[in-house]
T-cell receptor
């Protein structure tokens, strides 16, 4: 079965600093999703990547999917306290993308003012 | 974007009782919905796939008789935790695929506490 490994598991950065979160899959990724979650709340969709080499940006968050489609990175530029939360990468099951996802273990981000 | 509404957001129940959690797609139809469970400081674990008009498909290790799923209409799936025990306390969250299944929309989640 496919597994997603996120690193680091937790991160504390000073406000204004850049940071990167990685998500590595044991199998080829057919759809890679990034979500943000505040503990005990629902998931906020950030981005979805499908094509090898694809890169998407939203405000100060950029996500990339590598050419081999087995790793994705999420980069936050000039972090702010509002970026704090749990970042989850999720992948579709197999090649048929039905919206059914498996998730990495999450990366907890704290941003110190 | 599409909205998935989950209710209640928090519930406390006594051991031995049953609790029903609702998941509604508000502005689109969902023939399939997914139920996940999240333990404290852990990731989301897929529990089951809810199928409109047919039986749910459960992931390995998930008790069908404890977690009853009913997908009665194209906009509503329910998860009933039967004979709840304290170990069932968790965060439960549902999702529905968007058009073309290129995105999964998540509900707000339900925090269940069994006392």
């Amino acid at each position: 079965s496919q597994e997603l490994e996120q690193s680091p598991q937790s991160l504390i950065v000073q406000e204004g600093k850049n940071l990167t979160i990685n998500c590595t899959s044991s199998k080829t990724l057919y759809g890679l999703y990034w979500y943000k979650q505040k503990y005990g709340e629902g998931l906020i969709f950030l981005m979805m990547l499908q094509k090898g080499g694809e890169e998407k940006s939203h405000e100060k968050i950029t996500a990339k999917l590598d050419e081999k489609k087995q790793q994705s990175s999420l980069h936050i530029t000039a972090s702010q306290p509002s970026h704090a939360g749990i970042y989850l990468c999720g992948a579709g099951h197999g090649s048929s993308n039905t919206g059914k996802l498996i998730f990495g273990q999450g990366t907890t981000l704290q941003v110190k003012p | 974007g599409a909205v998935v509404s989950q209710h209640p957001s928090r519930v406390i129940c006594k051991s031995g009782t049953s609790v029903k959690i609702e998941c509604r797609s508000l502005d689109f139809q969902a023939t399939t919905m997914f139920w996940y469970r999240q333990f404290p400081k852990k990731s989301l674990m897929l529990m089951a796939t809810s199928n409109e008009g047919s039986k749910a498909t459960y992931e390995q290790g998930v008790e069908k008789d404890k977690f009853l799923i009913n997908h009665a209409s194209l906009t509503l799936s329910t998860l009933t935790v039967t004979s709840a025990h304290p170990e069932d306390s968790s965060f439960y969250i549902c999702s529905a695929p968007g058009v073309g299944s290129t995105e999964a929309f998540f509900g707000q989640g339900t925090r269940l506490t069994v006392v």
